[in-house]
């Protein structure tokens, strides 16, 4: 007899909260902004870490980063006024989760770029 695996399945509606949060955190430019704060940071530095980031897109992420509880920015007493970025413990939270998603990345990237390829190949 099988057993009813529905109670345990995932429930993926469309209204369920987890959605645009997890849309809001797990793109890449979050991902990187929030592995990159292991320290209070400026904006220009954390853009510096972030190859290939624009200006818009960093502030977009933060801002969203912000509003979520995962990211605070403090503005700083000196002139011109400074900004500066860090995590919050909520943010901190997501450090080793994403942590081990990276991880995973780098240890898969030759196979995936390899079947990418063989894909490619076979649909070309």
């Known amino acids: 007899m099988l057993e009813d695996t529905a109670v345990d399945a995932p429930v993926f509606r469309s209204d369920c909260p987890s959605r645009p949060i997890l849309d ?65 413990a909520l943010g901190e939270s997501l450090r080793e989760p994403f942590g081990h998603l990276y991880a995973w990345t780098v240890d898969h990237a030759d196979e995936i770029q390899a079947r990418q390829n063989d894909y490619d190949a076979r649909t070309e």
């Open 24 to 88: 809001q955190i797990a793109d890449k430019w979050s991902m990187m902004a929030l592995s990159v704060l292991d320290e209070p940071r400026r904006f220009n530095d954390i853009r510096r870490e972030l190859e290939g980031v624009t200006q818009r897109v960093l502030t977009q992420t933060l801002r969203r980063l912000e509003r979520n509880g995962m990211v605070e920015r403090r503005v700083l007493p000196t002139s011109p006024v400074g900004v500066e970025y860090s995590l919050t």
